[in-house]
C-alpha cells in the first residue's frame, strides 16, 4: 500500500523546486522519478536530476490533473555511482502547496 507523505504543509507564490538528495550504495541506473502530488490541480511538474554539484543529467516533464503517485521516466537511464551525491526535484512555475519535514534545507 502506498500513503501520502507526512509533514508539514508548506506553500509557495510563483516559481519554486522542491526536491530530495540521495547517495546509492550501489552502481544503478535511474530511469525515472516517482513523486506524490498532493493538491487536485492542472500543473506541469518538470523533474530534474542533478549531481550534487548542480549538473543537470536529465529532466523530464508531467502533467498532474489530479492527486496521487506518478511516476515519470527520462528519455534513457542514467547511470547512478555508488556512494555519490545526487539531488532529484520537481519544479513549476505557478505556485503550489507541497508538504516538508523537520529536516528539509
Do not use: M
Not at 507564490?13 to 540521495?22: D, L
Not at 552502481?27 to 492542472?42: K, L, P
Not at 549531481?51 to 489530479?66: E, F, I, M, R, Y
Request: glycine share 12%; net charge positive; with cysteine.
Amino acid at each position: 500500500a502506498r500513503i501520502a507523505p507526512g509533514g508539514s504543509p508548506a506553500s509557495a507564490a510563483g516559481s519554486f523546486s522542491v526536491g530530495i538528495k540521495f547517495s546509492p550504495t550501489g552502481a544503478i541506473y535511474c530511469s525515472g522519478v516517482r513523486f506524490y502530488w498532493v493538491v487536485a490541480s492542472s500543473k506541469t511538474v518538470k523533474l530534474t536530476l542533478w549531481t550534487d554539484g548542480g549538473s543537470s543529467l536529465a529532466t523530464a516533464n508531467q502533467t498532474v490533473a489530479s492527486t496521487g503517485l506518478f511516476e515519470t521516466l527520462f528519455s534513457s537511464p542514467i547511470l547512478l555511482t555508488a556512494g555519490a551525491l545526487y539531488r532529484v526535484g520537481a519544479w513549476q512555475n505557478d505556485g503550489a502547496n507541497y508538504s516538508k519535514s523537520a529536516a528539509a534545507s
